[in-house]
């Protein structure tokens, strides 16, 4: 089950790329725990996002606020139901013109073949210090 997992959430990654989030939201249960690390407070993205329309939500703050000009998960881990990727992404805030980059680790916890939670880990003061401006 772990290369199926895998290879589940490498989908989601290129869905991600081809700006398919229905694909990314179809490959989740519909209580999704979506997690990123950090105060919503202090970045659009950070924080709890709970089922499909919260997550949905997320992937607007995500295009509203970002403009990426690299996205790279570069390991995939997996352990039982769980799959850990890290990467590496680089963006341009929207709202204020900075650029910032950052390691990042993504969690995933799979049930039944779906993905039932997601934990993202990023450097969140860098993130905060380009939103902020």
Known sequence: MSQANIATVQSMYA?????DIA???????????WHCNGRRSDFPTFGHFKA????????KAVAQNNDFSEFSPREFYS??????????YAMTVKKTGKKFASDWCHI???KNG???TFREFLD??????????
């Not at 869905?15 to 700006?19: D, K, L, M, V």
């Not at 694909?23 to 725990?33: E, H, Q």
């Not at 352990?79 to 590496?88: A, E, K, N």
């Open 23 to 33: 694909a990314i939201i179809n490959g989740c249960t519909p209580d999704i725990d």
């Open 108 to 110: 995933f916890t799979f």
């Open 124 to 133: 969140t003061a860098q993130a905060a210090e380009a939103y902020r401006g």
């Open 52 to 59: 499909h329309g919260e997550v949905n939500g997320f992937f």
């Open 114 to 116: 779906k993905v039932a």
């Open 15 to 19: 869905a991600f790329g081809q700006r």
């Open 79 to 88: 352990d039982g139901d769980r799959v850990f990727v890290l990467g590496h």
